[in-house]
Nanobody, 119 residues
């Protein structure tokens, strides 16, 4: 069973950048579609980005297109989310998730890392 641990969150000023990492253990992520989600207090969970097992199919939520970038390093068993031009509305807990199929719901989740964008 894959276990996911996020890191890289923190406090950043508007316009700044952060890179989140999701390190997996227990199995290789090469068999999993990986995704990033976020949830702010009082709001629904939002699908930020996802990347297919071979890294070819990539999805971004509309509000992060052009600013965020997802990539995976299967050799390091890690998925990354590069976040640029951060805005206060990007403030949320960011979660890494995995599924062992191309489409559908995610089966495995990390505990999340807090990202706060504020001056």
């Amino acid at each position: 069973q894959v276990q996911l641990v996020e890191s890289g969150g923190g406090l950043v000023q508007p316009g700044g950048s952060l890179r989140l990492s999701c390190a997996a253990s227990g199995a290789s992520i090469s068999s999993y579609t990986m995704g990033w989600f976020r949830q702010a207090p009082g709001k629904e969970r939002f699908a930020v980005a996802s990347i297919s097992r071979n890294g070819i199919r990539i999805y971004y939520g509309d509000s992060v297109k052009g600013r965020f970038s997802i990539n995976r390093d299967n050799a390091k068993n890690t998925v990354y989310l590069q976040m640029n031009s951060l805005k206060p509305e990007d403030t949320a807990v960011y979660y890494c998730a995995a599924r062992d199929k191309d489409y559908g719901s995610y089966d495995l989740w990390g505990r999340g890392t807090q990202v706060t964008v504020s001056s």
